[in-house]
Protein backbone atom coordinates (compact mmCIF):
# COMPACT_ATOMS: atom_id res chain seq x y z
CA UNK A 1 0.00 0.00 0.00
CA UNK A 2 1.68 3.43 -1.31
CA UNK A 3 0.89 5.99 0.89
CA UNK A 4 3.02 8.52 -1.16
CA UNK A 5 3.03 8.08 -4.91
CA UNK A 6 5.30 9.82 -7.35
CA UNK A 7 3.59 8.53 -10.62
CA UNK A 8 6.03 10.05 -13.21
CA UNK A 9 9.50 8.34 -12.97
CA UNK A 10 11.38 10.58 -14.68
CA UNK A 11 11.19 14.31 -15.94
CA UNK A 12 13.26 15.82 -18.59
CA UNK A 13 13.26 20.03 -19.33
CA UNK A 14 15.12 22.37 -20.86
CA UNK A 15 17.78 24.61 -19.00
CA UNK A 16 15.87 27.83 -17.63
CA UNK A 17 12.33 26.41 -17.72
CA UNK A 18 10.14 25.46 -15.36
CA UNK A 19 10.49 21.96 -13.62
CA UNK A 20 7.71 20.26 -11.69
CA UNK A 21 7.26 17.36 -9.62
CA UNK A 22 4.16 16.19 -8.39
CA UNK A 23 3.47 14.03 -5.74
CA UNK A 24 -0.11 12.37 -3.95
CA UNK A 25 -0.89 11.13 -1.39
CA UNK A 26 -3.55 8.93 0.27
CA UNK A 27 -3.40 9.19 4.41
CA UNK A 28 -5.24 12.28 5.74
CA UNK A 29 -3.01 11.99 8.67
CA UNK A 30 0.03 13.38 7.15
CA UNK A 31 0.46 16.75 8.35
CA UNK A 32 4.50 17.61 7.15
CA UNK A 33 5.77 17.31 3.69
CA UNK A 34 9.42 17.09 2.57
CA UNK A 35 11.02 16.71 -0.85
CA UNK A 36 14.65 15.50 -0.99
CA UNK A 37 17.32 15.30 -4.02
CA UNK A 38 19.64 12.33 -4.29
CA UNK A 39 22.81 12.79 -6.88
CA UNK A 40 24.23 9.28 -7.70
CA UNK A 41 26.11 7.57 -5.43
CA UNK A 42 25.39 9.70 -2.68
CA UNK A 43 22.64 9.90 0.45
CA UNK A 44 19.73 12.33 -0.69
CA UNK A 45 19.37 15.67 1.16
CA UNK A 46 16.89 17.68 2.05
CA UNK A 47 15.57 20.40 -0.32
CA UNK A 48 12.56 21.88 0.75
CA UNK A 49 9.26 20.91 2.96
CA UNK A 50 5.44 22.73 4.17
CA UNK A 51 3.73 22.09 7.08
CA UNK A 52 0.03 21.52 6.65
CA UNK A 53 -1.33 24.68 7.96
CA UNK A 54 0.67 26.16 4.85
CA UNK A 55 -0.75 25.58 1.18
CA UNK A 56 3.06 27.74 -0.36
CA UNK A 57 6.76 27.50 0.71
CA UNK A 58 9.28 29.53 -1.10
CA UNK A 59 13.14 29.12 -1.08
CA UNK A 60 14.68 30.60 -3.59
CA UNK A 61 14.51 28.91 -6.98
CA UNK A 62 12.45 26.09 -5.31
CA UNK A 63 8.87 26.59 -4.54
CA UNK A 64 6.39 23.88 -2.72
CA UNK A 65 2.60 23.43 -3.33
CA UNK A 66 0.33 21.60 -1.16
CA UNK A 67 -3.42 20.90 -1.84
CA UNK A 68 -4.94 19.10 0.87
CA UNK A 69 -8.31 18.93 -0.21
CA UNK A 70 -6.58 16.87 -3.54
CA UNK A 71 -3.95 15.43 -1.06
CA UNK A 72 -1.23 16.51 -4.11
CA UNK A 73 1.76 18.32 -3.68
CA UNK A 74 4.23 19.68 -6.20
CA UNK A 75 7.87 21.01 -6.33
CA UNK A 76 8.61 23.90 -8.98
CA UNK A 77 12.17 24.50 -9.76
CA UNK A 78 12.52 27.94 -11.32
CA UNK A 79 14.66 28.43 -13.80
CA UNK A 80 15.71 25.10 -13.79
CA UNK A 81 19.13 24.37 -14.20
CA UNK A 82 21.96 21.34 -15.09
CA UNK A 83 22.75 21.24 -12.18
CA UNK A 84 19.56 20.27 -10.72
CA UNK A 85 19.10 17.00 -12.60
CA UNK A 86 19.22 14.64 -9.72
CA UNK A 87 16.16 11.93 -8.39
CA UNK A 88 13.57 13.78 -6.21
CA UNK A 89 11.62 12.14 -3.79
CA UNK A 90 8.43 13.52 -2.03
CA UNK A 91 8.22 12.71 1.65
CA UNK A 92 5.16 12.52 4.47
CA UNK A 93 5.14 11.87 8.24
CA UNK A 94 2.73 12.49 10.75
CA UNK A 95 1.94 14.18 13.79
CA UNK A 96 2.06 11.14 16.33
CA UNK A 97 4.96 9.08 14.64
CA UNK A 98 7.01 12.34 13.01
CA UNK A 99 9.88 10.95 12.85
CA UNK A 100 8.53 8.29 9.96
CA UNK A 101 8.87 9.70 6.47
CA UNK A 102 7.23 7.64 4.68
CA UNK A 103 8.96 7.94 1.15
CA UNK A 104 7.62 7.99 -3.00
CA UNK A 105 9.71 5.50 -4.96
CA UNK A 106 11.01 9.17 -6.66
CA UNK A 107 11.09 11.15 -9.96
CA UNK A 108 14.72 11.49 -11.79
CA UNK A 109 15.12 14.89 -13.40
CA UNK A 110 17.09 15.82 -16.05
CA UNK A 111 17.95 19.03 -17.39
CA UNK A 112 19.22 19.67 -20.83
CA UNK A 113 21.84 22.56 -21.45
CA UNK B 1 31.06 18.90 9.61
CA UNK B 2 32.05 15.58 8.18
CA UNK B 3 28.32 14.44 7.93
CA UNK B 4 27.20 11.19 8.50
CA UNK B 5 29.80 8.60 7.86
CA UNK B 6 28.85 4.79 6.50
CA UNK B 7 31.59 2.36 6.19
CA UNK B 8 31.65 0.11 3.87
CA UNK B 9 30.38 1.60 1.01
CA UNK B 10 30.23 -1.10 -0.99
CA UNK B 11 30.10 -5.21 0.75
CA UNK B 12 29.60 -8.22 -1.69
CA UNK B 13 29.40 -11.22 0.17
CA UNK B 14 28.07 -14.59 -0.24
CA UNK B 15 24.69 -16.30 0.64
CA UNK B 16 24.74 -17.36 4.59
CA UNK B 17 27.60 -14.79 5.08
CA UNK B 18 27.58 -12.64 8.42
CA UNK B 19 27.28 -9.07 6.96
CA UNK B 20 27.82 -5.63 9.35
CA UNK B 21 27.00 -2.12 8.00
CA UNK B 22 28.36 0.80 10.27
CA UNK B 23 27.20 3.99 10.82
CA UNK B 24 28.68 7.37 12.98
CA UNK B 25 26.08 10.34 13.18
CA UNK B 26 27.04 13.95 13.25
CA UNK B 27 28.17 14.68 16.49
CA UNK B 28 25.17 16.55 18.43
CA UNK B 29 22.84 14.57 16.48
CA UNK B 30 20.66 12.07 19.30
CA UNK B 31 18.91 10.20 16.64
CA UNK B 32 19.54 7.85 13.95
CA UNK B 33 17.73 5.99 11.59
CA UNK B 34 18.59 3.05 9.05
CA UNK B 35 17.07 2.78 5.52
CA UNK B 36 17.40 0.44 3.17
CA UNK B 37 16.25 1.62 -0.52
CA UNK B 38 15.40 -1.18 -3.53
CA UNK B 39 13.59 -1.22 -6.46
CA UNK B 40 10.64 -3.09 -5.40
CA UNK B 41 9.80 -0.78 -1.95
CA UNK B 42 11.77 2.36 -2.32
CA UNK B 43 13.15 3.90 0.60
CA UNK B 44 12.03 2.42 3.84
CA UNK B 45 12.61 2.96 7.54
CA UNK B 46 14.07 -0.06 9.04
CA UNK B 47 14.75 1.43 12.57
CA UNK B 48 14.86 4.46 14.60
CA UNK B 49 16.76 5.20 18.08
CA UNK B 50 16.20 8.39 19.96
CA UNK B 51 19.04 9.26 22.47
CA UNK B 52 20.65 5.57 21.39
CA UNK B 53 17.46 3.94 22.52
CA UNK B 54 15.78 1.58 20.06
CA UNK B 55 11.83 3.43 19.57
CA UNK B 56 10.61 1.45 16.28
CA UNK B 57 11.85 -1.34 14.65
CA UNK B 58 8.92 -2.67 13.13
CA UNK B 59 10.94 -1.69 10.01
CA UNK B 60 13.11 -4.76 10.72
CA UNK B 61 11.76 -7.26 8.04
CA UNK B 62 13.05 -10.13 10.12
CA UNK B 63 15.42 -11.93 12.79
CA UNK B 64 18.15 -11.96 10.67
CA UNK B 65 18.44 -8.50 11.21
CA UNK B 66 19.51 -6.67 13.94
CA UNK B 67 20.79 -2.74 14.90
CA UNK B 68 22.43 -1.39 17.72
CA UNK B 69 23.60 1.75 19.06
CA UNK B 70 26.34 1.72 22.10
CA UNK B 71 26.71 5.26 22.07
CA UNK B 72 25.55 8.34 20.41
CA UNK B 73 28.56 8.13 17.85
CA UNK B 74 28.05 4.65 16.41
CA UNK B 75 25.67 2.24 15.49
CA UNK B 76 25.79 -0.69 13.28
CA UNK B 77 23.16 -2.54 11.50
CA UNK B 78 23.88 -6.88 11.16
CA UNK B 79 22.36 -8.77 8.95
CA UNK B 80 23.06 -12.83 9.83
CA UNK B 81 22.57 -15.31 7.92
CA UNK B 82 22.78 -12.45 4.69
CA UNK B 83 20.42 -14.05 1.98
CA UNK B 84 20.33 -12.67 -2.35
CA UNK B 85 17.21 -10.46 -1.27
CA UNK B 86 18.77 -8.59 1.17
CA UNK B 87 20.49 -6.73 -1.71
CA UNK B 88 19.96 -3.31 -1.34
CA UNK B 89 21.08 0.55 -0.25
CA UNK B 90 21.70 1.06 3.58
CA UNK B 91 21.38 4.18 4.03
CA UNK B 92 21.90 5.87 7.95
CA UNK B 93 20.54 8.87 8.77
CA UNK B 94 20.83 11.37 12.19
CA UNK B 95 19.17 14.44 13.02
CA UNK B 96 18.77 16.44 16.29
CA UNK B 97 15.35 16.33 18.61
CA UNK B 98 12.40 13.81 18.11
CA UNK B 99 10.23 16.54 16.06
CA UNK B 100 9.38 15.35 12.54
CA UNK B 101 10.07 19.17 11.57
CA UNK B 102 13.77 18.75 12.25
CA UNK B 103 15.53 17.82 8.68
CA UNK B 104 17.35 14.18 8.72
CA UNK B 105 21.15 14.16 7.27
CA UNK B 106 21.49 10.80 5.33
CA UNK B 107 24.62 9.16 4.99
CA UNK B 108 25.94 8.33 1.25
CA UNK B 109 24.86 4.45 1.84
CA UNK B 110 26.61 1.15 1.60
CA UNK B 111 25.64 -1.07 -1.59
CA UNK B 112 24.91 -4.62 -0.47
CA UNK B 113 24.98 -7.61 -3.01
CA UNK B 114 24.38 -11.04 -1.51
CA UNK B 115 25.20 -13.68 -3.93
Known amino acids: DQQVKQNSPSLSVQEGRISILNCDYT??????FLWYKKYPAEGPTFLIS?????DKNEDGRFTVFLNKSAKHLSLHIVPSQPGDSAVYFC????????????FGSGTRLLVRP | DAGVIQSPRHEVTEMGQEVTLRCKPISGHNSLFWYRQTMMRGLELLIY????????DSGMPEDRFSAKMPNASFSTLKIQPSEPRDSAVYFC?????????????FGPGTRLTVL
Open chain 2, 49 to 56: FNNNVPID
Open chain 1, 50 to 54: ISSIK
Open chain 1, 91 to 102: AASAGDSSYKLI
Open chain 1, 27 to 32: NSMFDY
Open chain 2, 93 to 105: ASRTGTSGYNEQF
